[in-house]
Every structure is written in structure tokens, then in C-alpha cells.
């Protein structure tokens, strides 16, 4: 019977036209960001080619125009002069385009100039969105330390590498801004109607030779299986897409970590450190599977309790989004209790492996204090679908 419970909640997953609706829109999505957005975004520092050709023409010829006119003593005020300061300038910009024409990222890693890009910033940041699905801002602080690994660690260093446009750089960059709370709402928009359909059903009225907690189990096991499946599929046909366009990138690349030192109560004291993308990945791994397995159980209560879907989902969306409403980042507590005893505290998974939310609280090993209360979380809610199972029977639930 658990075959049959199984093969009927894939299939109507399957065939479910929001669910549909939703992979392709998924999809379609990754492929728009890879082919479009990403080669539209500047990475940190990233250099305008042409505007560099460009400003150094223009050097080139006030330099040139200077020592013709014979202005090349320092001014007495500013100790410089326009020829000095434009030669300079000229033979800075002449460097770095060479190893941008030449593709050497590690010798432009290796060059201390930049030009200044203050105007195309902000002309940038007027034309995103700014919504931070990807968390470049929060992998910036670490870009000083990244380069020097890139520079005597990486062997075939490329500019891809360089400007995180990697497939699994842009997956790390995900999981680190808004990915995880994105796959939790996702997860919880593809299994909301999983329990509520057997009320539609009509041959599930006469009952099935399960045991009705036991059905529910199942059920929930197979619809969050079925949720996890396709998020592997998107994510390695988005490697796969990604990786033809910029480098597929290695598990060994560098990434931010905030590593809180416990001995020492101060930020200022506590360093920046760097870790696997490998690394990174793993830790993750039990955040991920921990979560979404509460969630199918939270699903199972709401579905139990409220019996429609529309209801169903905004419950599941307000328990992924409620942490949003108190929390900053001043925020250490929650009705006077840490704030590291609450489930939703581990929604960014991305956040808590890397030690960000340590440093914002300042406090110790978050990572295994997640682990611990998600746990605690999950017995709390497979004993509150026990008992409402109990209370609510199949034949009151599908009445």
C-alpha cells in the first residue's frame, strides 16, 4: 500500500498546474539570469574596457599636449602637476588594459590600480532593482582576502573566477542572500494542496487500509522528496547552462566565513576567514534536509487543522516570513528569549554556515545550536501531527 500512496501523491504533484506553472517559471528564470542578467552585472571592481581605452587616450594626450608647452613643474600648492598627474594616470591604465587584453587575471589581481568608477555605480544601482536575491554584498568584505588566494592558490585562475560568475560561485552566492527563504516558499507553494486534495477525492472516502498517521507520514515524506528532486534538477541543469557560459568553477574556491573567535567579545578582534565552496556545501546539507522536512510537517498540521489550501499556503508563507517582521540587525531577542532558540532563526542556512549571524549577535557556534534546535523542533511538531491525526480522523478530515 505505501507503493500506491507514494506512485498517486508523485503523480498528482506532477500533474498539479501550479506546480507546472512553477518549474517552468523556475527555469525560466535561471535561464534569463545566465544569459541575461549575469553578463549585464558588474562584478566587484570589474573595469569597463572601453571607458578604460577611452580615459586613457585622454591622459595620453594631456600628458603629451603638457610636456609640449613645456608645463611639467609642480604646482606650488598641490606639489603635483597636470602632466604628472596625467602621465601617471596614462601608464596605470596602459598596465591593467594589458592584462585585460591579455586575459592574465592573476597579474590584474596583482595591480593595485583601479580606475574610478564612483559615476557607473551609481548610474548601476539607479537602473537594478535592488532586489538582493544574490548575496554580493555580503561575499564583498571578503573579496581583499579572496584575491590573494585566487593569486597564489588557484591554479587556472580566469576572470569568470575572479568575479564570481562560476556555477558554483553563484550557487554559494545564492544560498548566502535570499536562496534559502526562496526554497523554503517554494517548497511550501508545491506541497500546500498535497493533504487538502484527498477531501476532493472521492475515492479516498471509503478509506485506505493504512493507518490514517501513517498515510500522512508517507505523504508528506513523498511530496517533500518529490520538492527536493526537482530542486537538484534545477540546480544541475543550472550548472550545467551556467557552467558552458562562465566555467563550471571548482569546490576547492575560496568563499567568506566569519569565523567568531569566543575568547574575545569583540568584532573588531574577530577575523575574516576563508573557507571551501566544498566546505560550504556540506555544512549545509542537514540545514537544508532538517527544514524542509519541518516543513512538511508544519504542512500536514495547517492541512489538518484549516483543510484549504489557499489557507494552507498563507501559513506556510506567514511561518517562513515571520522572522522578517522582528528581525534586524540589532536583534538578540524575542519576547526576552535569545533569539537562537527559535526555529525561523535558521531560514538562512547560507547566513548561519558562514558565521554571519554570529557576528551580528556576537555569540558562539551557531551552526550546531541550529542543528540541535531544528531537531528539537521536529519532535515537537511529529508529536502535533500525531496528536492531531489523532483527534482529527480521516473521517472527519474529508467531510
Same mark, same amino acid.
Given at each position: 500500500?505505501?507503493?500506491?500512496?507514494?506512485?498517486?501523491?508523485?503523480?498528482?504533484?506532477?500533474?498539479?498546474?501550479?506546480?507546472?506553472?512553477?518549474?517552468? /517559471?523556475?527555469?525560466? &528564470? +535561471? /535561464?534569463?539570469?545566465?544569459?541575461?542578467?549575469?553578463?549585464?552585472?558588474?562584478?566587484?571592481?570589474? $573595469?569597463?574596457?572601453?571607458? %578604460?581605452?577611452?580615459? +586613457?587616450?585622454?591622459?595620453?594626450?594631456?600628458?603629451?599636449?603638457?610636456?609640449?608647452?613645456?608645463?611639467?613643474?609642480?604646482?606650488?600648492?598641490?606639489?603635483?602637476?597636470?602632466?604628472?598627474?596625467?602621465?601617471?594616470?596614462?601608464?596605470?591604465?596602459?598596465?591593467?588594459?594589458?592584462?585585460?587584453?591579455?586575459?592574465?587575471?592573476?597579474?590584474? #589581481?596583482?595591480?593595485?590600480?583601479?580606475?574610478?568608477?564612483?559615476?557607473?555605480?551609481?548610474?548601476?544601482?539607479? %537602473?537594478?532593482?535592488?532586489?538582493?536575491?544574490?548575496?554580493?554584498?555580503?561575499?564583498?568584505?571578503?573579496?581583499?582576502?579572496?584575491?590573494?588566494?585566487?593569486?597564489?592558490?588557484?591554479?587556472?585562475?580566469?576572470?569568470?573566477?575572479?568575479?564570481?560568475?562560476?556555477?558554483?560561485?553563484?550557487?554559494?552566492?545564492?544560498?548566502?542572500?535570499?536562496?534559502?527563504?526562496?526554497?523554503?516558499?517554494?517548497?511550501?507553494?508545491?506541497?500546500?494542496?498535497?493533504? $487538502?486534495?484527498?477531501?476532493?477525492?472521492?475515492?479516498?472516502?471509503?478509506?485506505?487500509?493504512?493507518?490514517?498517521?501513517?498515510? /500522512?507520514?508517507?505523504?508528506?515524506?513523498?511530496?517533500?522528496?518529490?520538492?527536493?528532486?526537482?530542486?537538484?534538477? !534545477?540546480?544541475?541543469?543550472?550548472?550545467?547552462?551556467?557552467?558552458?557560459? @562562465?566555467?563550471?568553477?571548482?569546490?576547492?574556491?575560496? &568563499?567568506? #566565513?566569519?569565523?567568531?573567535?569566543?575568547?574575545?567579545? !569583540?568584532?573588531?578582534?574577530?577575523?575574516?576567514?576563508?573557507?571551501?565552496?566544498?566546505?560550504?556545501?556540506?555544512?549545509?546539507?542537514?540545514?537544508?534536509? /532538517?527544514?524542509?522536512?519541518?516543513?512538511?510537517? #508544519?504542512?500536514?498540521?495547517?492541512?489538518?487543522?484549516?483543510?484549504?489550501?489557499?489557507? &494552507?499556503?498563507?501559513?506556510?508563507?506567514?511561518?517562513?516570513?515571520?522572522?522578517?517582521? @522582528?528581525?534586524?540587525?540589532?536583534?538578540?531577542?524575542?519576547?526576552?528569549?535569545?533569539?537562537?532558540?527559535?526555529?525561523?532563526? @535558521?531560514?538562512?542556512?547560507?547566513?548561519? $554556515?558562514?558565521?554571519? $549571524?554570529?557576528?551580528?549577535?556576537?555569540?558562539?557556534?551557531? @551552526?550546531?545550536?541550529?542543528?540541535? &534546535?531544528?531537531?528539537?523542533?521536529?519532535?515537537?511538531?511529529?508529536?502535533?501531527?500525531?496528536?492531531?491525526?489523532?483527534?482529527?480522523?480521516?473521517?472527519?478530515?474529508?467531510?
Amino acid at each position: 500500500m505505501i507503493r500506491e500512496v507514494v506512485f498517486e501523491t508523485i503523480k498528482y504533484m506532477w500533474r498539479s498546474k501550479k506546480n507546472r506553472l512553477f518549474m517552468i /517559471l523556475t527555469l525560466g &528564470v +535561471m /535561464l534569463a539570469y545566465s544569459i541575461v542578467l549575469l553578463p549585464n552585472t558588474a562584478g566587484l571592481e570589474e $573595469v569597463d574596457v572601453q571607458q %578604460l581605452e577611452r580615459e +586613457m587616450l585622454g591622459n595620453e594626450q594631456t600628458y603629451k599636449d603638457a610636456l609640449l608647452k613645456g608645463q611639467t613643474v609642480p604646482a606650488v600648492m598641490t606639489g603635483t602637476s597636470a602632466y604628472e598627474a596625467a602621465r601617471t594616470e596614462f601608464f596605470n591604465q596602459r598596465q591593467l588594459l594589458t592584462a585585460l587584453q591579455q586575459g592574465d587575471a592573476r597579474r590584474y #589581481l596583482e595591480i593595485n590600480y583601479r580606475p574610478d568608477i564612483t559615476e557607473r555605480v551609481i548610474v548601476q544601482e539607479s %537602473l537594478d532593482l535592488n532586489v538582493p536575491v544574490m548575496g554580493r554584498e555580503a561575499e564583498n568584505v571578503f573579496q581583499p582576502i579572496k584575491n590573494q588566494a585566487y593569486i597564489y592558490e588557484v591554479d587556472a585562475l580566469n576572470f569568470h573566477i575572479v568575479h564570481d560568475r562560476t556555477s558554483l560561485q553563484q550557487i554559494h552566492l545564492f544560498l548566502i542572500g535570499l536562496g534559502p527563504v526562496l526554497l523554503c516558499l517554494g517548497a511550501i507553494f508545491m506541497i500546500s494542496d498535497i493533504t $487538502v486534495k484527498d477531501r476532493k477525492l472521492t475515492t479516498q472516502k471509503a478509506g485506505v487500509p493504512m493507518k490514517w498517521a501513517g498515510y /500522512l507520514f508517507i505523504q508528506s515524506i513523498t511530496a517533500v522528496s518529490f520538492v527536493l528532486l526537482f530542486y537538484l534538477i !534545477s540546480a544541475g541543469i543550472f550548472f550545467i547552462l551556467n557552467g558552458l557560459l @562562465y566555467g563550471f568553477g571548482t569546490l576547492s574556491l575560496p &568563499v567568506g #566565513l566569519f569565523q567568531f573567535d569566543q575568547t574575545n567579545q !569583540s568584532i573588531y578582534t574577530s577575523p575574516l576567514e576563508l573557507f571551501s565552496i566544498g566546505q560550504f556545501l556540506i555544512r549545509i546539507i542537514p540545514f537544508f534536509l /532538517l527544514i524542509l522536512y519541518l516543513i512538511s510537517k #508544519l504542512n500536514t498540521i495547517f492541512s489538518l487543522l484549516f483543510k484549504q489550501e489557499v489557507v &494552507v499556503l498563507i501559513s506556510g508563507a506567514f511561518m517562513i516570513l515571520f522572522q522578517q517582521l @522582528y528581525y534586524g540587525v540589532e536583534t538578540t531577542e524575542l519576547l526576552g528569549i535569545n533569539i537562537s532558540w527559535f526555529p525561523q532563526t @535558521y531560514l538562512d542556512f547560507g547566513k548561519i $554556515v558562514t558565521g554571519r $549571524v554570529n557576528e551580528a549577535m556576537l555569540e558562539g557556534d551557531f @551552526y550546531m545550536r541550529g542543528l540541535l &534546535v531544528l531537531s528539537i523542533t521536529i519532535l515537537i511538531a511529529e508529536v502535533l501531527v500525531y496528536l492531531t491525526a489523532k483527534h482529527i480522523t480521516r473521517q472527519k478530515f474529508v467531510r
